[in-house]
């Protein structure tokens, strides 16, 4: 909360309770250091919801207090009802809330994105919410219930008691219709309030926020219900024997069963002492005497034991409900709350062995460490590299691009190959974070061209590494360009890339498709043996500076054919470790390839997977047509998978002048290349991956598209996928985004559009302006769902939207 707002609301808040005289001078500095703590909360919610239950409580609590104040007794023996509320009953209501509040603060103060807004369960720290708002629910909810209650015109009911039996007015556990009513309107206000103030995402309707309010009441309300329960099981009821009035503790505090002047007198033989209290006696299940009135003991017990007092009750149930709703939430959204825990995440990166089992650690097997040298250029002597896609903008952001030659063992087989780094010029710019990608079979490395912008931008900005692990594409690219060059690069001898080029599989017959791409599969993976230590050592001599950075942080990715390559590391080669016999990989990331089985959960590393639409058109041809496609599986506390609907095999929104000059012959009949930013979908994902592994908060929960029974995409109205990652291009759409590319290869992986014409643009939006506000409202639900960062969201204000005219 805004420092301007925040200061005189807590001083406000204090002020008034003084002068109301509704807390002791102790509770007034105690509630000063708990509604500051509120106020800290960069959002407004906990300190509102805080201000609710205080004015609310001293509303009941003053309602008809001169007739609930004959209802009870003091237990200083003047007339009952509450008085000025101290420390240790602040402290029992708002403990708990101040402790997640001030937990959940930090956490926003470490992140930025999807966590600025709460997303229902999108990522962990929306579970501390839930207890917030269950705190003060329940106690508004024990609240009003005690204090309207009370004034029912039937008598209460011992809810602990097995025939319910009729108890006097304040008795702990009794309940009464009024009262469970009472308690329900209290927790109402409190889940209302909350549905108000907190800053829901966009992609939250109506119907979620509703549901959000229903819950949280019912949850509060169940509070008042435990709180009677544990009262009239934990806290003594202690009653007036002369006047038949329940006895209340000064400031919740506990009961004596006898006056310091009583003389409770015991039957003749009992081994109990006549200085023993009533209570004591009455719990051995001593009948006690009957003396004359002035000697007798002025008090009896009428129910529970005496083990705890009223601030005890309460603190018991509202730490109870707050931690019970967490804990559905966590199992209900599939999150795991001991991810925010900051020594969560340094167990998982630094020393992931510590949680491994003995047996685990018997199967590891750690890689030769490698040795490292720098490969300079000359003027004869140049870096071969397929992509260049913005290797020219590597001077704008004062980036390097550096080559160096990595030499090792693996498979019990000497190695010589080739890394390729784009860093900072200046290391103390470099964020700690380096993004290890393997070049691809035809050379090239496509998540550089996705992420470069997203890589470089930053004031800490991370670095990339292409790693040339796959030996027959190292080989015919790399070395037989520049023999010389690269004269010491070496693998076990295998296939060459030309003699695998005949064998790639394209689209024929589903059962020829499937057959040609099992053998070419094999046959690769049994020419690229070294590929897995490989990429090992790799991460390896990064961590140890060995490239002249330091990494802290190694996210393993690929995409189509690398993709595959990852997803074979993950099921098939975990069991690598460095040689330091640390996890190489904090993260992997899997991206539009052809599935295969659901991926595993890691112990000690995070998964994203991301595919398109294409990919899942491919996989229907390989696998074929089912509901349930056979990557797909849940989240979990180490697996998100997204589905991005629209999103095509290869981004054409952002060509390269070679590219163009490749692509100018295809005939896209009648259609044009696809604007849909691919890139801008990545650069998101991998900004929460990132965040992901360094502060423990998780990513939005995964989503997949729509597909029948058939395994065919469902669409729109507009021939559009629906459901998966949303984005400005299929929830405001402006064209019919077809994603395979009407030619046989080698573009049909390619994505295509058709235009809206001005007359149907005009149909479905009406106005400019109108097109405007809702491509407008998508993209910040975008932003806060965790799918778009806000950079990447000017650029397509500018570059599309204020583009589109009708």
């Known amino acids: 909360m805004k420092p301007y707002i925040g200061i005189p609301l807590v001083v406000g808040l204090v002020y008034r309770a003084w002068s109301r005289k509704s807390l002791t001078p102790l509770g007034l500095v105690v509630a000063g250091c708990s509604a500051s703590a509120h106020a800290l909360h960069p959002w407004s919610a906990p300190v509102a919801l805080l201000a609710v239950f205080y004015f609310g409580g001293t509303k009941v609590t003053k309602v008809k207090h001169e007739v609930k104040s004959r209802l009870t007794l003091s237990a200083t023996g003047a007339e009952g009802g509450e008085g000025p509320r101290n420390h240790i009953q602040v402290l029992a209501n708002s403990v708990v809330a101040t402790i997640l509040s001030i937990a959940h603060a930090i956490i926003l103060a470490k992140t930025a994105g999807p966590e600025s807004c709460f997303s229902l369960g999108q990522n962990a720290a929306d579970i501390l919410i839930v207890g917030i708002v269950a705190n003060y629910a329940a106690v508004a909810a024990d609240t009003f219930s005690s204090e309207l209650g009370i004034l029912s015109k039937s008598k209460p009911r011992l809810i602990t008691s097995l025939n319910l039996r009729h108890v006097p007015p304040g008795t702990n556990g009794g309940v009464t219709a009024t009262g469970l009513g009472a308690g329900l309107l209290g927790s109402f206000i409190v889940a209302a309030t909350s549905t108000a103030v907190l800053p829901f995402c966009a992609n939250a309707g109506l119907k979620d926020r509703a549901l959000w309010t229903i819950a949280m009441t019912l949850w509060g309300a169940l509070g008042s219900v435990l709180d009677s329960v544990l009262g009239g099981l934990l806290q003594a009821s202690v009653v007036d024997k002369r006047s038949g009035k329940v006895v209340e503790g000064s400031g919740g505090r506990k009961v004596l069963i006898h006056p310091s002047t009583g003389k409770p007198v015991l039957p003749a033989g009992s081994t109990a002492k006549t200085t023993g209290s009533i209570h004591n006696a009455a719990l051995r299940g001593i009948q006690v005497a009957h003396i004359p009135e002035e000697s007798q003991e002025s008090r009896r017990l009428e129910t529970g034991h005496d083990w705890l007092d009223n601030n005890g009750v309460n603190l018991l149930m509202a730490a109870t409900m707050s931690v019970g709703a967490m804990g559905i939430a966590q199992w209900f959204w599939g999150l795991d709350v001991f991810e925010l825990l900051p020594w969560h995440n340094l167990d998982q990166q630094s020393t992931p062995d510590k949680m491994a089992t003995e047996e685990e650690r018997g199967m590891h097997v750690r890689v030769t460490k490698p040795s490292v040298s720098f490969l300079p250029e000359t003027e004869t002597s140049k870096t071969i590299t397929y992509d260049l896609h913005h290797s020219d903008l590597l001077p704008v952001y004062d980036y390097i691009s550096q080559e160096y030659l990595m030499t090792g063992i693996a498979v019990a087989n000497s190695y010589c190959t080739r890394l390729l780094l784009r860093r900072p010029a200046d290391p103390s710019r470099f964020s700690g974070l380096v993004i290890a990608e393997p070049s691809h079979l035809w050379g090239g490395t496509t998540i550089w061209r996705l992420i470069n912008r997203w890589v470089m931008r930053n004031v800490k900005g991370h670095a990339w590494l292409e790693v040339d692990s796959q030996a027959p594409a190292a080989i015919d690219q790399i070395k037989n360009v520049d023999p010389e060059r690269y004269k010491d690069m070496h693998f076990i001898p295998c296939r060459t890339l030309e003699e695998f080029s005949s064998n790639i599989p394209g689209?024929?017959?589903?059962?020829?498709?499937?057959?040609?791409?099992?053998?070419?599969?094999?046959?690769?993976?049994?020419?690229?043996?070294?590929?897995?230590?490989?990429?090992?050592?790799?991460?390896?001599?990064?961590?140890?500076?060995?490239?002249?950075?330091?990494?802290?942080?190694?996210?393993?990715?690929?995409?189509?054919?690398?993709?595959?390559?990852?997803?074979?590391?993950?099921?098939?080669?975990?069991?690598?470790?460095?040689?330091?016999?640390?996890?190489?990989?904090?993260?992997?990331?899997?991206?539009?390839?052809?599935?295969?089985?659901?991926?595993?959960?890691?112990?000690?590393?995070?998964?994203?997977?991301?595919?398109?639409?294409?990919?899942?058109?491919?996989?229907?041809?390989?696998?074929?047509?089912?509901?349930?496609?056979?990557?797909?599986?849940?989240?979990?506390?180490?697996?998100?998978?997204?589905?991005?609907?629209?999103?095509?095999?290869?981004?054409?929104?952002?060509?390269?002048?070679?590219?163009?000059?490749?692509?100018?012959?295809?005939?896209?009949?009648?259609?044009?290349?696809?604007?849909?930013?691919?890139?801008?979908?990545?650069?998101?994902?991998?900004?929460?991956?990132?965040?992901?592994?360094?502060?423990?908060?998780?990513?939005?929960?995964?989503?997949?598209?729509?597909?029948?029974?058939?395994?065919?995409?469902?669409?729109?109205?507009?021939?559009?996928?629906?459901?998966?990652?949303?984005?400005?291009?299929?929830?405001?759409?402006?064209?019919?985004?077809?994603?395979?590319?009407?030619?046989?290869?080698?573009?049909?992986?390619?994505?295509?559009?058709?235009?809206?014409?001005?007359?149907?643009?005009?149909?479905?939006?009406?106005?400019?302006?109108?097109?405007?506000?809702?491509?407008?409202?998508?993209?910040?639900?975008?932003?806060?769902?965790?799918?778009?960062?806000?950079?990447?969201?000017?650029?397509?204000r500018r570059d599309t939207i204020e583009q589109v005219s009708f």
Not at 567 to 580: A, G, M, Q
Not at 627 to 640: K, Q
Not at 684 to 713: E, H, Q, S, Y
């Open 507 to 796: 689209f024929a017959n589903t059962e020829e498709l499937w057959d040609n791409y099992r053998i070419f599969k094999e046959r690769w993976w049994a020419a690229t043996l070294q590929s897995p230590e490989i990429l090992v050592a790799a991460s390896h001599a990064l961590r140890l500076g060995e490239l002249n950075i330091k990494a802290e942080r190694v996210i393993l990715t690929g995409l189509s054919q690398t993709a595959d390559l990852i997803r074979k590391f993950i099921v098939e080669s975990t069991h690598l470790r460095l040689p330091d016999g640390g996890a190489p990989f904090e993260g992997f990331m899997p991206c539009q390839c052809d599935g295969g089985n659901p991926l595993p959960d890691l112990r000690d590393a995070k998964i994203i997977e991301i595919l398109g639409e294409f990919e899942l058109i491919y996989i229907k041809a390989l696998y074929g047509g089912s509901e349930m496609p056979p990557h797909r599986r849940a989240d979990s506390r180490s697996f998100r998978l997204y589905e991005v609907a629209g999103m095509s095999h290869r981004e054409t929104r952002y060509l390269s002048m070679a590219d163009k000059k490749r692509l100018s012959f295809v005939d896209l009949e009648g259609a044009q290349w696809s604007t849909f930013a691919n890139s801008f979908v990545y650069h998101a994902l991998f900004d929460t991956m990132n965040k992901w592994i360094t502060t423990g908060v998780a990513p939005p929960r995964g989503t997949t598209i729509d597909i029948d029974a058939f395994g065919d995409i469902e669409r729109d109205e507009y021939g559009n996928a629906l459901a998966g990652v949303r984005t400005v291009h299929t929830d405001v759409p402006t064209a019919k985004i077809i994603d395979v590319t009407p030619q046989p290869r080698p573009h049909w992986h390619t994505g295509t559009e058709v235009p809206f014409k001005d007359v149907k643009l005009w149909a479905i939006y009406k106005t400019v302006a109108n097109y405007r506000r809702q491509a407008g409202e998508a993209i910040q639900r975008q932003i806060e769902v965790g799918f778009l960062l806000p950079e990447d969201a000017e650029v397509l």
